[in-house]
């Protein structure tokens, strides 16, 4: 999902299509969509688009004057910043080498004066096994003693390990999967603890379909708590989608890149490995994630890249939803 689709929807020929795209940039805080608007609104025939956009406006300009950023948001909540912040200097990186080289020539001296050690002691177990029991102990205990040796002499070696939460969380796709269910509980949900818990469902099911949806509900619920919730997994829902588009075009890797030269640190150019990149995340199986999607195909190789598009079908939705109330 690129926000320059997202901002095409706001020229949309449809009033309620318009208003979607003015409240989901609204929830979002998308600050990168302020002048945006601001053209927009200049020329907004829409009594209704019009009040959207002014509060929308305001949101944003808050934002924006609160330092409020997407592509850090996405940074800190992906971990990537923290990967960054790892990266060592070059003069960490000179330091770093510099204490292998004196631990390898410890370990060197280390390993020549254990082997001299024990070198004598198998000698020493030797002459005692011969005069005991003949050539053979003596073979068998000077290489029992060797071997020791050996293992003592290498026991302090450790494999380098990575530390824990310094590497950036893979991207995922964006999915198709069936969100019908969540969404009308998220409607029609009597209490609001139903309706949190649909908003909950519908953005870990990380299709950006539901984003409309859930800036409805960020505007329009009764529930402080569900309005706060619906935002929450709204952005998140967002950030995954935009995160993932970064990966794939590069941009990512060109934004890290930048960041670590702030920092005056050269990152690595080599993609990350890891077996969630690439792959839509799975419901497990009992979960209402799972429920939701039963019955339907496999996740697309790809998820909606046209906003435009999810808007309309909304919109549609929305149509029939009132024909059935007639």
């Known amino acids: 999902m690129k926000l320059e689709v997202l901002l095409g929807g706001l020229n949309n020929a449809e009033p309620a299509v318009r208003l ?7 929830m979002l805080d998308e600050t990168r969509a302020l002048e945006a608007l601001r053209e927009r609104y200049q020329k907004e025939t829409d009594p209704n688009v019009r009040n959207a ?11 924006r ?9 996405i940074f800190r909540h992906f971990n990537v910043d923290k990967e960054i912040e790892h990266v060592p200097n070059p003069d960490e990186i000179e330091l770093m080498r510099k204490m292998q080289d004196s631990l390898d020539a410890d370990l060197l001296r280390m390993k020549s004066r254990a082997t001299k050690r024990q070198a004598g002691l198998a000698v020493a177990a030797g002459m005692a096994g011969g005069m005991i029991g003949g050539s053979t102990m003596a ?4 290489s029992g003693a060797l071997a ?7 026991s302090a070696v450790g494999a380098h390990r990575p530390q824990i939460g310094t590497t950036r969380a893979p991207a995922t796709i964006p999915s198709n999967s069936d969100i019908s269910i969540w969404l009308k509980r998220l409607r029609t949900g009597k209490t609001a603890q ?29 529930s402080p708590q569900v309005r706060q919730v619906a935002q929450r997994f709204g952005k998140q829902l967002y ?5 993932w588009d970064m990966e794939q075009s590069g941009e990512l890797q060109k934004e890290m890149e930048r960041r670590a030269a702030a920092l005056g640190k050269q990152l690595s150019s080599q993609p990350q490995a890891g077996p969630a990149a690439g792959a839509a995340p799975t419901a497990q199986p009992g979960s209402a994630g799972a429920d939701a999607s039963a019955g339907t195909s496999d996740q697309a190789e790809s998820g ?18 009132k024909r059935g109330s007639r």
């Open 239 to 243: 950030w995954g989608a935009i995160y």
């Open 53 to 63: 956009i002014a509060w929308a406006g305001k949101r944003l300009f808050e934002a």
């Open 20 to 26: 979607d795209v003015v409240r989901v940039l609204g």
């Open 304 to 321: 909606p890249s046209d906003v435009s598009d999810i808007l309309r079908k909304a919109e549609a939705a929305r149509k029939r939803r």
């Open 148 to 154: 020791a040796g050996a293992d003592v002499a290498s």
């Open 65 to 73: 004057q609160a330092g409020y950023s997407t592509i850090d948001e």
């Open 139 to 142: 073979l068998s205990a000077m």
């Open 194 to 222: 139903q309706r949190e818990q649909a908003a909950i469902e519908l953005g870990q099911l990380n299709n950006p379909a539901a984003l409309p949806h859930l800036a409805a509900v960020f505007v329009g619920d009764s």
